[in-house]
């Protein structure tokens, strides 16, 4: 009898990576893009999340096709320093902006109840510390991360829906164009969506999912439909903010410097249910960006070191609960992420981004280790296209940081 496939389950490494990378900043980001230019910037979201899905199945393939994780296979190519350059980095840029997933859920929580947010903030650190005691973190992972993003894409449509937008101008914002004054918002996001670090990830989720068997034994033949639904969720998600922002902001001239600051738009024209939804799914994008860094970080710098990348590895539990405690001391002390950490994150990816996606491509592109898996024609040509992007994005960033 043929076994029964869990879709849900086998969805979960492409529905943690979407988790991963919407967090609080991304909807900041999104709504600034819809309060200030309306729907012109909707094709932003189709060029990002095009590249991000490039790139993340590559990152798939290498995970289905290969028992070794990605940094091996770097290190084979680099030699050894390549891989814990990678890893290193990883850790560094993650435990950097942990504070602000931090601050981001205190706001998110605190504002929705009147309360102090370093409650919340210590609270749920705390929740995400104790994840990592589950006998399988991985299966509890992939459970909370689908709830946290099917939490978001139920609020944020529903809001979307209360509001009706129009359709006509929907369409119109495919069309390329760049308003003035946006284009600091256009490269914010596109740097920020076509993340790099979390299509790396993929292919340890999908080792990872194999360990677990929960889905059949061919469950990682699905690797890489997991992976295209994950973005083109994320895709969703981000569009639905945005369209929310112009639909309700730009028309009033309503400025947007927080996420949080979106939802309480909401309710002078629609009430507590719409702003309370919003809420809901900023909660949803604070708690798991919170856990998703901090795994991320925690797992690559293991790996990095030669320890292990797997999630029940007890070296991994502890990188991962550094990076929570980490986070929450910061939020905490300074009550937002100090700007020295902010450059020393931004210094780190600047240099980093562009090796992951070079590695990335030169291992997916590798018949010795990918065999007829490797990177066909078109995947070549949207890679490079993909790495001249994100090189373009590093020296812009450069020329703010240091020049």
């Not at 729907?39 to 990002?48: K, M």
């Not at 068997?213 to 994950?230: E, F, I, N, P, R």
């Amino acid at each position: 009898m043929k076994k029964r496939i869990n879709w849900l389950s086998v969805l979960g490494p492409g529905i943690i990576t979407a988790a991963l990378v919407f967090g609080p900043s991304k909807m900041t980001i999104t709504s600034k893009m819809g309060g200030e230019f309306s729907y012109s910037l909707i094709w932003v979201i189709v060029v990002s999340i095009f590249f991000m899905l490039v790139f993340t199945n590559m990152s798939a393939r290498i995970g289905q096709y290969n028992s070794e994780s990605l940094l091996t296979l770097i290190k084979k190519k680099t030699g050894k320093w390549g891989g814990i350059l990678i890893g290193v980095g990883i850790f560094l840029v993650s435990t950097s902006f942990q504070a602000g997933n931090s601050t981001g859920l205190g706001i998110a929580i605190g504002e929705a109840t009147g309360t102090d947010s370093k409650i919340w903030i210590v609270l749920f650190n705390l929740l995400g510390i104790l994840l990592l005691f589950f006998h399988s973190f991985y299966k509890m992972l992939e459970k909370v991360m689908l709830t946290l993003v099917l939490i978001m894409l139920f609020c944020f449509v529903t809001t979307a829906i209360v509001i009706q937008p129009s359709v006509s101008d929907i369409l119109s914002g495919l069309k390329p164009a760049v308003p003035e004054g946006s284009v600091g918002l256009i490269v914010a996001f596109i740097a920020s969506c076509f993340s790099l670090v979390g299509a790396f990830y993929q292919a340890y989720l999908v080792q990872e999912k194999r360990k677990t068997k929960t889905a059949g034994s061919d469950s990682s033949k699905y690797a890489q439909l997991s992976s295209t639904v994950g973005i083109l969720l994320l895709g969703v998600i981000s569009m639905v903010v945005l369209v929310c922002a112009a639909a309700v902001l730009h028309p009033q001239g309503v400025e947007i410097n927080s996420a949080s600051q979106m939802a309480k738009a909401l309710e002078p024209l629609f009430g507590s249910f719409a702003s309370y939804l919003f809420f809901i799914g900023l909660f949803g994008a604070s708690f798991s960006s919170l856990i998703g860094n901090a795994v991320l970080g925690g797992a690559m710098l293991g790996d990095g070191l030669g320890f292990s990348s797997s999630l029940n590895s007890n070296y991994v539990k502890g990188f991962i609960g550094a990076v929570m405690l980490f986070g929450a001391v910061i939020a905490i002390s300074f009550g937002k992420l100090p700007l020295e950490l902010i450059v020393l994150a931004q210094s780190v990816t600047i240099f980093l981004v562009p090796f992951i996606g070079i590695s990335i491509f030169l291992v997916g592109s590798s018949e010795e280790i990918m065999g007829g898996n490797k990177n066909n024609m078109f995947q070549k040509a949207a890679g490079v296209l993909g790495i001249a992007l994100v090189l373009f994005l590093a020296f812009t960033n450069f020329k703010v940081l240091f020049l």
